[in-house]
């Protein structure tokens, strides 16, 4: 009994122990300092931004989000914009993930070309997506259709600037899987859509739901392609011009209404997808 109780390690000071509530240990300066400079940047950048926004809507009053939510036009945009995001986010999720798999399991000639145009909406500023795409898809197009103007234009430009979030969050992922679990479950009998169904799959779902948040919060806020997709156009309108309409109009304080309505949204979106990540990840 005592060389049992001797062989046990000595809890050190300041280290995270389960008889003492989970206590985190202190911070050391290094630590400290460094949790001050990135506190203190994503302040100057995000907080503190976030905090006027909110400010300058607040000093309207409550009369201000009324007429804001209460104006037919901005109530269209609201609901053809998250009617959009759900839409893209929805075809992002499967599309991505299909195209992720090819970019890892599959070998073909200009594999790596395929890699790399990925990205490209990610560098490639969004006015300007919005001129390539209607240079493809809009009058006089090669394709012959012309969709500009119209509300299934405005959806593809959505999914062409947000589908590289899903690919890239789900492609590492598939990267790191080991390929023994699933030859293990094939020497079993299991058939490739039982492995893909109880293997693969419960390993993607965190990642793929991480990309799908980031392509949802990408797609209620993007203006520059579709500004130019919905230009001159009645009922295309999504929030992010109607924002614009009240800033052209000097309506600072409706605009920034609608900007706390869209940033409620997307924060609630946001978490509730942050939970069935959690819950997938619990599962797994």
Not at 54 to 81: H, Y
Not at 112 to 129: E, W
Not at 169 to 184: G, H, M, N, Y
Not at 223 to 240: D, E, H, Q, W
């Amino acid at each position: 009994m005592v060389l049992l109780a001797s062989a046990r390690p000595a809890t050190r000071p300041g280290r995270t122990s389960s008889r003492n509530g989970g206590r985190s240990r202190p911070l050391t300066r290094p630590a400290a300092l460094g949790l001050g400079i990135a506190m203190g940047w994503f302040s100057l950048l995000v907080l503190i931004p976030l905090a006027a926004v909110v400010v300058k809507a607040a000093g309207g009053g409550w009369g201000t989000f009324r007429d804001v939510l209460t104006d037919p036009g901005t109530l269209a945009a609201l609901r053809f914009t998250l009617g959009t995001a759900v839409i893209v986010t929805l075809v992002n999720a499967v599309m991505g993930t299909l195209i992720a798999w090819v970019l890892v399991r599959d070998r073909f000639p200009g594999k790596a070309l395929l890699g790399i145009v990925i990205d490209i909406p990610f560098a490639m500023p969004t006015v300007v997506a919005g001129l390539v795409l209607l240079a493809l898809y809009g009058n006089g197009g090669p394709l012959g259709v012309d969709v500009s103007g119209t509300r299934p234009g405005v959806v593809l430009a959505i999914a062409f600037v947000t589908l590289p979030f899903v690919v890239r969050a789900v492609q590492p992922v598939l990267t790191s899987l080991e390929r023994d679990v699933e030859e293990a479950a094939a020497s079993l009998g299991a058939s490739r859509t039982t492995t893909v169904r109880r293997i693969i799959l419960p390993a993607l779902i965190p990642a793929i739901t991480a990309g799908a948040s980031l392509s949802f919060a990408r797609a209620i806020s993007e203006y520059g392609s579709v500004v130019l997709i919905s230009m001159n156009a009645r009922g295309v309108g999504v929030v992010s011009t109607e924002t614009y309409r009240y800033i052209e109009g000097g309506n600072t304080a409706a605009a920034a209404a609608l900007a706390v309505v869209l940033l409620v949204i997307a924060l609630v979106a946001t978490v509730a997808l942050d939970v069935l990540q959690r819950r997938a990840a619990r599962r797994d």
